[in-house]
């Protein structure tokens, strides 16, 4: 158990549709960080918040946004989803930027119907 | 921005046999290159990680050696046993832009008893 907990495991949706996706880190962990997994592109790297504040953003559509709250757990939203959105979604924790072990969740697998 | 390439894609090797698997990298800044493991259904897990101030580094048979000049890492499992099968990814980051992980494709590793 890494101690990093995602909610849900699943979910399944239809196209068009908006959900949320949670990411609570590790105690005492202040950044996190959201990838995406997909059969053809990779672990792509999405976005990272620090203490709240957004830090870095990589390949991440306009359609998809997050946030992190001041219990440092972490949303990210994905909407008017595509077909193509269907993949694994891992959130990954640190105790601080740098290069420091990242922890993974067990990740949300998203599929879009 | 970086980019990582990994190869084999799969590789099959007999129980207690040796298991190569090989990155290269692009980015000479980045510092941190860690190795992750995944099984079915998990989330990515850390089995080893080395940073650019160091060429090699072992944990029991997992080993990693980094060659800064060719910008290229590789890991090594001796004496393979049938629960290393697993889909392994090698990473590259760099410290100030945070821990956020740039992939490779990833290998499939089977190990046949």
């Known amino acids: 158990d890494s101690g990093v907990t995602q909610t849900p495991k699943h979910l399944i949706t239809a196209t068009g549709q908006r959900v949320t996706l949670r990411c609570s880190p590790r105690?005492?962990?202040?950044?996190v960080y959201w990838y995406q997994q997909s059969l053809d592109q990779g672990l792509q790297f999405l976005i990272h918040y620090y203490n709240g504040e957004e830090r870095a953003k990589g390949n991440i559509l306009e359609r998809f946004s997050a946030q992190q709250f001041p219990d440092l757990h972490s949303e990210l939203n994905l909407s008017s989803l595509e077909l193509g959105d269907s993949a694994l979604y891992f959130c990954?924790?640190?105790?601080?930027?740098?290069?420091?072990?990242?922890?993974f969740g067990q990740g949300t697998r998203l599929t879009v119907v | 921005g970086e980019n990582v390439e990994q190869h084999p894609s799969t590789l099959s090797v007999q129980e207690g046999d040796s298991a190569v698997i090989k990155c290269t990298y692009s980015?000479?800044?980045?510092?941190?290159f860690p190795w992750y493991k995944q099984e079915l259904g998990k989330g990515p897990q850390l089995i080893i990680d080395i940073r650019s101030n160091v060429g090699e580094k072992k944990d029991q048979r997992i080993a990693v050696t980094l060659n800064k000049t060719a910008k290229h890492f590789s890991l090594h499992i001796t004496e393979t046993q049938p629960e290393d099968s697993a889909v392994y990814f090698c990473a590259a980051s760099f410290g100030n832009a945070g821990n956020m992980l740039t992939f490779g494709g990833g290998t499939r590793l089977m190990v046949k008893p």
């Open positions: 990954a924790s640190t105790s601080q930027g740098g290069d420091t072990e990242a922890f």
């Open positions: 105690s005492g962990d202040l950044s």
């Open positions: 980015d000479s800044a980045s510092n941190y």
